[in-house]
């Protein structure tokens, strides 16, 4: 190999790993962005296969854009697994903003419906839910966003009079 094609090689490796390096994200000054999830909409509701939409909302409180490669997720309603899976939707988060986004989820509860049905039988006793997720951030080498919400959810709300 001659000495010019060498010497562009490692100029050009120095450049690279001198944008890498120059990316705050990849600094100590990164602050973790606030992931919310917002809505569920039921889409289909059938005997073996049930269809929903959850809404995110994910808040960047740092002074660069972070752009977002997907979502892994779990969610439980009381012990029971509601819905586990992947999104692999790319987007980018502005400096200081907020995005929203969704992610289609089909699971099958009829394995669990003896014990759904138990739980609907006061419509005002709260079912409670868990959100464990990992949001995957940045482009060439990037953080992991872990989620964790708990909250309660009274089925009476959600059942039309």
Known sequence: MNYQAQMIRILSLFWLFSLVSGCSW???DFVQPEVKLVKVDVVKARL?????????QIDNPNDFSLPVRGLAYKIKLNDVELAEG???????????????????VT???????????KLLEDPDK???YRLDGE????????????IARNGEIIP???IPE
């Open 26 to 28: 990849m600094a100590g």
């Open 135 to 146: 949001v995957k951030t940045g482009l060439l080498f990037g953080r992991s966003v872990h």
């Open 126 to 128: 709260p079912i409670r």
């Open 156 to 158: 009476g709300d959600f």
């Open 86 to 104: 992947e999104s692999s939707t790319w987007f980018t988060v502005p400096a200081n903003g907020h995005e929203n986004f969704q992610i289609p």
């Open 48 to 56: 073996l296969e049930q269809e929903f939409t959850l809404y995110f």
């Open 107 to 117: 699971t099958n509860l009829w394995r669990h419906m003896k014990y759904i049905v």
